[in-house]
């Protein structure tokens, strides 16, 4: 796999709320920066597929609208509905030497929105305290 290729493939899952597909494109060792709480990051595959179940059912109308790319660097940008308020993200992807998406850093707005989606997910990811414990630990 190349980082050509994952970026697409990855907006591609996320915009089907394919997990499988999404866990395909992140290296092992992948982390999501998490745009709800400080300098909390999400880390491994086991965590982010926890992460990706809870979040891709919660959104709605997904759709990638920009894709910048410079080396193993890209911004893509979406429009989402998270509990039928729009919400949007440019996210920072950035791709390992292996070719898959080592970092993910979104940017998620406007507040009621990133709202919207802190209220969606908390109780699905309380259902994981280990993971919260995790996301919270410096690294």
Do not use: Y
Not at 116 to 131: F, I, T, Y
Request: proline share 5%.
């Amino acid at each position: 796999m190349t980082d050509v290729d994952v970026v697409a493939r990855f907006c591609t899952a996320t915009q089907a709320g394919d997990v499988n597909a999404v866990m395909d494109t992140l290296a092992s060792d992948a982390e999501l920066i998490s745009p709800l709480a400080g300098r909390s990051a999400f880390r491994g595959h086991d965590d982010l597929r926890a992460l990706f179940s809870a979040l891709l059912p919660a959104l709605s109308g997904s759709t990638w609208r920009h894709r910048v790319r410079e080396a193993n660097t890209a911004v893509v940008v979406a429009d989402a509905r998270v509990l039928g308020v729009r919400v949007g993200d440019a996210m920072l992807i950035e791709c390992g030497r292996d070719g898959r998406i080592q970092r993910l850093t979104p940017h998620v707005r406007p507040w009621l929105g990133l709202t919207s989606l802190a209220v969606a997910l908390g109780p699905k990811l309380l259902r994981h305290p280990a993971l919260i414990c995790r996301a919270f630990r410096p690294h």
